[in-house]
């Protein structure tokens, strides 16, 4: 009875306990099949994070690498020569030839200004050249002409033939001496007869325009002093015509008497010393006559080259801009008329003074400009300016006076654009523009051109 009792609660036990064990089964298969997908999702999650993991490495290192290799900098603008144009001379516009945003070349006429007064100024400086060489060369005639003469007087104590013959040789000396005078005088007498017709044609043409109230009292009365002015010339040389011809006459009575007395000369030894130092005066004479004829020769030069500054030249290939001048204007000696905006342009951007530190000439560039942010321009660094921005403003600072208060400081570096990426654009990238410049650190221009 007992056995059975014992083998009864034996089994009793035995199945109690597979009954807990199935149960027990049956939860762990319903949890393991409930968290299933959460499982799968924290795989996935972690093969994702194994894959990407280098990659994120891989690109914060270039990042990192990027920034440390690269500096940019918005504080930059676009910059070219612009050529100040602006008469060398006082005068009136005549011709107006070009206009705002127009290119030109180098040696193109810009304006041209009135050129009446300069060929004026030219033909006086001419008749002054020819009245100084025909005093020069009149000079050099009678320089031997006193040689011989002292010769002849240093020999003629040996002789009253030698003296004779050589105040006879001086006499005709002097008479084509005065005749050569003769004839300088008359042209000049030409000249001064024409420019009394130009001054009286002028003066009778302003009267009428005074009336009107066209032109000024002063313009009327320059206009008369000037005729009168030429027609006191041209009695001048009336007279100088009458002096000169009585001087030949007088040439002639010396030439008369010369024949008669050179059986007479006496004085022979003083003559000739006497006509030494008039050969020395002769000679320093000529030289100045050759100083007088340089010296028109120089401001005939002069007045031609004013007469060619009546065109004004662009000096250099660009664009117009900036111009003021029209035709009829009357402009002075120095005054702004246009400018000329040369090409190819740069840039000059003004980096912090702690990204200059791997700055080098010649770096490689990349270049954004505002205007065109759709077309990727490069450029290459030219060169470091010596100072800070600061330092070239007009009232630099002065840190040791006051409160100091450190300031990062920028410097301007000029970039230049590579011929190839502003190919096209040179008329559209015009100074004043805003750009974005980015330096590669690494990258040299000319290593890339050899790439």
């Known amino acids: 009875m007992t056995n059975d009792t014992n083998s009864l609660q034996s089994e009793q036990s035995s199945n109690k306990i597979d009954f807990d064990a199935k149960v027990n089964q049956a939860q762990i298969d319903k949890l393991i099949k409930a968290n299933k997908p959460r499982m799968q999702k924290r795989y996935i999650t972690l093969i994702i994070a194994l894959i ?19 500096e940019s900098t918005d504080d930059a603008y676009v910059q070219a020569h612009s050529d100040p144009i602006s008469s060398r001379l006082s005068g009136t516009v005549w011709q107006v030839l070009v206009d705002d945003n127009q290119k030109v070349k180098a040696g193109d006429i810009l304006v041209k200004l009135d050129p009446k007064d300069y060929e004026v100024k030219v033909s006086q400086a001419q008749s002054k050249v020819e009245s100084a060489y ?8 009678n320089l031997p002409v006193s040689q011989t003469q002292a010769i002849g007087e240093n020999t003629a104590a040996t002789g009253n033939y030698d ?6 040789d001086s006499a005709l ?9 003769i004839k300088a005088n008359e042209s000049r007498l030409v000249k001064a007869r024409a420019k009394v017709e130009k001054t009286l044609a002028d003066y009778e043409r302003y009267i009428p325009l005074q009336k009107r109230g066209v032109i000024t009292d002063q313009l009327l009365d320059e206009a008369k002093d000037a005729y009168l002015e030429a027609k006191a010339d041209e009695e001048t040389q009336i007279q100088a015509i009458s002096q000169a011809k009585m001087h030949y006459q007088q040439s002639r009575h010396n030439l008369e008497e010369a024949r008669a007395e050179s059986v007479a000369f006496h004085g022979q030894l003083t003559k000739a010393k006497a006509t030494d130092m008039q050969t020395e005066v002769i000679k320093r004479q000529s030289q100045a006559y050759k100083a007088q004829y340089e010296e028109a020769l120089a401001n005939l030069a002069e007045a031609k080259l004013n007469l060619s500054y009546t065109d004004i030249l662009a000096p250099a290939d660009g664009i117009i801009g900036r111009k003021t001048v029209e035709t009829g204007q009357r402009v002075q000696m120095g005054e702004a008329l246009m400018a000329v905006v040369e ?23 990349e270049i954004t400009v505002d205007a065109f942010k759709h077309h990727k321009f ?12 600061s330092q ?3 009232l630099p600072p002065d840190n040791a006076t006051g409160n100091f208060t450190k300031i990062v400081q920028r410097v301007p570096v000029k970039i230049r654009f590579t011929p190839d990426s502003i190919r096209g654009y040179e008329d559209k990238v015009v100074p004043g523009l805003s750009c974005v410049v980015t330096v590669d650190l690494k990258k040299n221009y000319s290593n890339s051109i050899k790439q």
Not at 173 to 181: F, K, N, R
């Open 52 to 70: 990407l993991l280098p990659i994120l490495g891989f690109g914060g290192f270039r990042l990192y690498d990027y920034f440390m290799t690269h």
């Open 378 to 389: 490069y450029g290459y660094i030219d060169s470091i300016a010596p100072n800070s921005g």
């Open 163 to 168: 003296k004779s013959k050589f105040a006879i």
């Open 173 to 181: 000396t002097m008479l084509a001496q005065d005749e050569i005078q």
């Open 392 to 394: 070239f403003a007009l």
């Open 343 to 365: 090409s190819p342009p740069w840039i000059v951007a003004n980096f912090k003074e702690i990204q200059l530190e791997k700055m080098r000439p010649n770096q490689l560039v």
């Open 134 to 141: 025909w005093q020069f060369k009149a000079s050099m005639r």
